[in-house]
């Protein structure tokens, strides 16, 4: 279900909005109606969907526009032209008071300067939205408390803001945010006064929280590793229009135009591709107790490997036998794998970023399993494979 | 020959005259409203024993800005007893602090209302340039006009010289909080009164109290040309000492004034300090 619909939105500065729409609509450039009517194309036709549960990242430059069209899916800047349904409600059309009900209920804002009060505690900063919804006190202080244990700051309620440190108050303007239990979070550039350290802490923080409330989440950024991070698909803007939507896999493997290739070309790729991505279906395994070292041996020459993962009947992870292991087995007469069979052998999870698993596979020769939480095999990867995907990469970008 | 007159003079007369007839009723009842809050005041200030009223105002010092204005404060009364002029200082306090309190009565509300409305700070803005920058002694004619001698017209005086800080500072103070902070205001859902109880007016509050500041000393400045008028208190100690040549007299009433000015000065700037600390 799309929570959020934006069609052909466009903001424009200045005190000539019509002409220069009407501009836009003969095909001038932003460039040209800036010279010809001095009036400032924010946000250039811009449209796109946002399902419920989503993390929709909107990615750009300073000056792409992408702050001010976050600020028009809440109207605190009013929108020159195009529509915005938001759960099924047109935003554009909605009068002060459904707005304000729109805001105090169903979208909540996380600021680039924090913006907490500094006049407020950190239990009446986190209950903010709740007073203005016109809540007892009882009841905002006690959402407001559960919204500050969420975000990590139980104990620090009578606080004022100024003791804080810059993460720690942009933790209180996340909890803020998230004590109104709005759908929507809009994020504006949330973490990009944090220092690298404290943004990573806060991001990681960010996606615990989503799999916890699974709420739908606009986030501005201007650092695209953010964006691969925490989105589940990217917007990028450029001068105020988007110039591609997509997942972060479409975004790094097949940019749209020159723009989004130039933006991507720094990203190692390394973090961005998974075990998933890297990994192959395991050509051979042998079924523990099942299989002695005899079929060990013979799957082993089969396929051309020197070792092979052993499972059980549920295709749980049991360990490795590797080749001469088994053939001496065979000569000594052995029926089973349980002597030789190595089950201390390293495994990763699908999600796990390429860039760990370089760790695992330098200077062993052994593959490495990937395994999921209950430890089912689900593929291999072997140092060959992971060079040829990062070379895959690496031709699209020249 | 040219023969170019403005007659501003006998213009501002007949206007007057005219206004003064309309509006004397409502200036009758407004006069005797001012007349009874002075009367009370005063009596509360002088009826009791001195000592009392010394360890009552001591006592509020230390409550509002700590022991040692509070020290301060009452040895500084205790001089003005000593120095005789202890009906006077009374005379002055009463007259400063109601002119400062009709001041902020109006001069708070005219500066929420220029700072969230450009068009009346606008209009707002020469009015007070006019009302700062005009003579003091020149309020006092329309002010014995409309009011007759004595301690309404003073007040009235007081007021009107004493305002524009008042409103300037509020205006200032709500216009200067930080955009981000009316805008997160805003996301949250707040409506502009929301906004302005909440978060506007308690982040302006430091200004706001500059303005009150400012405003307490003006009325205590006017209070001393008010004399002029009726006024009475320590400016008409210096007053009389002047027209008396009265040097030593003349010291006295200055000293009463300035023991005052720096009870009350410091007295705001410890309030304002306070409510800052108590953040931090």
Redesign the interface.
Known sequence: MDLIEVKNLFKIFGKHQKKALELIKKGYTKKQIMEETGQTIAVNNVSFKVKAGESFVVMGLSGSGKSTLIRCLNRLIEPSSGTIIVDGKDVTSMDQSELQDLRRKKISMVFQSFAVFPHKTVLENAGYGLKIRGLTQDERDKKACEALELVGLKGWEDSYPSQLSGGMQQRVGLARALATEPEILLMDEAFSALDPLIRKEMQNELLELQNKMNRTIVFITHDLDEALKLGDRIALMKDGAIVQIGTPEEILMSPATNYVEKFVEDVDRSRVLTAEMVMKKPTAVVIFPKDGPRVALHSMRENGISSVFVVDKERHLQGLVMAEDALKAVENNQKDLETILQSDIPSVLPDTPLKDIFTFLSGKSVPLAVINEEKKLLGVIVRGSVMAKLAEGGTVND | MINFVIPLADWVNAIFEIVSFYISPVLRSLSSFLEIIIKWFETVLLWPPEAVIMIVIGLIVWRLAGKRLAVFAVAGLLITFGLQVWEETMTTIVLALSGTAVSLLFGIPLGIIASQNDMAERILRPILDFMQTLPSFVYLIPAVMFFGMGKVAALVATMIFAMPPAVRLTNLGIREVSR??V?????????KW?TLI??QL??A?PTIMAGINQCIMMSLAMTVIASMIGAGGLGLVVLESMQMLDIGMGTVGGAGIVILAIILDRLTENITKKQELS??
């Open positions: 981000e902070m805008e997160a205001a805003r996301a949250f859902g707040s409506n929301q909440d978060v308690p982040l509050l953040k931090n």
